[in-house]
């Protein structure tokens, strides 16, 4: 049977049919192109976030190829066993005379003082205080070889290259904050503006000792590649950013000083541990004309005054910053609690004395009602009753982070 030439190939009813449909087709086409764009979004977000977990995980607890702090502090030595001091010494301990010896040096025998008290600092902390511990010594021997000048000063940062590894070779910043930042704020400007550290047991010259004037001063920043549509981490950690050993270096080598930067968050809070080993009594044995070294003899020497303040005790110079209320506690105890006036230098003996112990000892320092976003300083002033060889490592709440984009580099 012909067809007619008048005849329509769909009627009405099949055309309203097929309008829903088509509105549905289309409708399946967006949702569809939505969730392709979301699962791109969602692998690249979830891609950068591992990545970032991954960094932060071992950047904290390897101390091989992360900052964190290596246990056996073996690495600290740098090939020295020695640390040699210039001093000049009080009348006692000066040579039969041949002339002027304005200057004496000592040797202060790394392997013998400073390993075994890093190692006992760390473990003692550990029971304190949680958190993974990040060391500016194992930075220190990472970082870049050339320098940055930041404010007129030359400057080391992190190797970026190094950490390049850990990244997979996608983009990304690194940093050791003190206190909690938002992600915009992480730059090399930002970072430097806090704090330079100085670690000061790294033999330069290669001369076979580490002497007094050695220091590496480092930002605690590394950045790679172009960055965009960064995924952040942070990390809450303990960063030891001051590790020192030398002679005692006040009033005939029977005082030290420890001075303790204290930054305050926005709400005016801060804190520091310092941990410092128990003033011990030291065999001195003569080497030659104008040395001499010192060796352990493992018996506590007598601690007859401990003052604090936050001004040092031996410069005229105030410092206003740490108006606030301060408290200190020793290995856990509290022995102090209240507030310093800008000059004042109090004696806290009675309480700080009786919770020290032979080895290590964990100083917590505490800021609260203080002027927020603000740096300070307390004064630790120490006597014993002799000289004697002063160790300590400075270590203060901080924030790992770790700052991801997508996009490999080359």
């Known amino acids: 049977m012909a067809l007619k030439k008048d005849s329509q190939l769909f009627t009405v009813d099949l055309l309203l049919a097929l309008v829903p449909l088509t509105i549905v087709l289309g409708l399946s086409a967006n949702i569809m192109s939505g969730i392709v ?16 977990l991954d960094m932060g995980s071992v950047l904290s607890r390897n101390s091989e190829l992360g900052l964190a702090a290596d246990i056996t502090a073996s690495g600290d030595v740098v090939g020295s066993p020695a640390i040699r001091q210039r001093w000049t010494p009080p009348p006692l301990y000066t040579p039969p005379p041949i002339g002027p010896r304005p200057m004496i040096f000592t040797q202060i025998n790394v392997t013998e003082w400073w390993v075994p008290f890093k190692r006992e600092s760390l473990l003692r902390i550990s029971t304190v205080d949680g958190r993974n511990i990040l060391d500016i010594a194992t930075m220190a021997r990472n970082r870049n070889t050339s320098t940055t000048l930041i404010g007129g000063s030359e400057v080391n940062l992190l190797n970026a290259s190094l950490l390049a590894i850990l990244s997979g070779g996608y983009p990304f910043r690194v940093a050791v904050l003190p206190l909690p930042r938002k992600s915009s704020d992480l730059t090399l400007a930002s970072v430097a503006g806090i704090m330079f550290y100085n670690y000061s047991l790294v033999d330069l010259d290669g001369n076979g000792y580490i002497e007094e004037d050695e220091v590496v001063t480092l930002v605690p920043y590394a950045e790679y590649g172009t960055l965009v549509d960064l995924f952040t981490l942070e990390l809450p950690v303990l960063f030891m950013f001051d590790e020192r050993v030398d002679l005692s270096r006040y009033s005939n080598f029977t005082e030290d000083v420890y001075e303790v930067p204290v930054l305050t968050d926005s709400g005016g809070r801060g804190a520091v541990f310092l941990i410092f080993s128990h003033p011990e009594v030291i065999n001195k044995s003569w080497i030659k004309g104008n040395e001499f070294a010192l060796r352990k003899t ?49 004696s806290i003996t009675e309480t700080f004395v009786a919770e020290l112990r032979p080895g290590a000892n964990v100083v917590k320092v505490e800021v609260s009602n203080c002027t927020p976003n603000s740096t300070g300083r307390l004064f630790v002033r120490i006597k014993g009753t002799d000289m004697w060889v002063s160790q300590r490592i400075l270590m203060m709440p901080a924030h790992l982070v770790v700052a991801v984009s997508g996009g490999r580099v080359g």
């Open 298 to 346: 493992g018996i506590p020497m007598a601690v007859p005054e401990v003052t604090i303040s936050r001004r040092h005790p031996y410069s005229t110079s105030a410092d206003d910053a740490l108006n606030g209320t301060i408290t200190i506690s020793v290995n856990s105890v509290e022995v102090f609690s209240g507030t310093l006036g800008n000059t004042e230098n109090r």
């Open 37 to 52: 764009s979301s699962q791109l979004e969602y692998a690249t977000s979830y891609e950068k976030s591992r990545i970032a």
